[in-house]
């Protein structure tokens, strides 16, 4: 059975990782909400298919952009935060 929007969150931000990272898994959950939004109105408004890869793609995007702009002095590349997010995280 699905979870609900609240468990997934809570199962989501307690993966770990300690005080640090929390604002960063914090940061990734809103990417994550914000980019299957804004596919689904991609879907039903532009007639858009919904493939898991690139919606996948776009969280990491995001969520990477999202960081350097709180971060700007961080000089981890996308590849680096795709390979490595709690480690980016922890900076």
């Known amino acids: ?13 307690g993966l770990g990782g300690g005080r640090r990272v ?28 919904l493939r898991e890869e690139p919606v996948v793609d776009k969280v990491k995007l995001l969520a990477w952009k999202w960081f350097r702009a709180k971060c700007p002095a961080s000089s981890y590349s996308l590849h680096e935060w795709e390979l490595q997010l709690v480690l980016c995280l922890t900076w």
């Open 22 to 49: 929390r604002p960063g898994l914090l940061l990734v959950w809103h990417a994550v909400i914000w980019t299957i939004w804004v596919s689904h109105n991609d879907l039903i408004f532009a007639g858009s298919l």
């Open 1 to 13: 059975m699905p979870m609900g929007l609240a468990q997934q969150f809570q199962a989501f931000t």
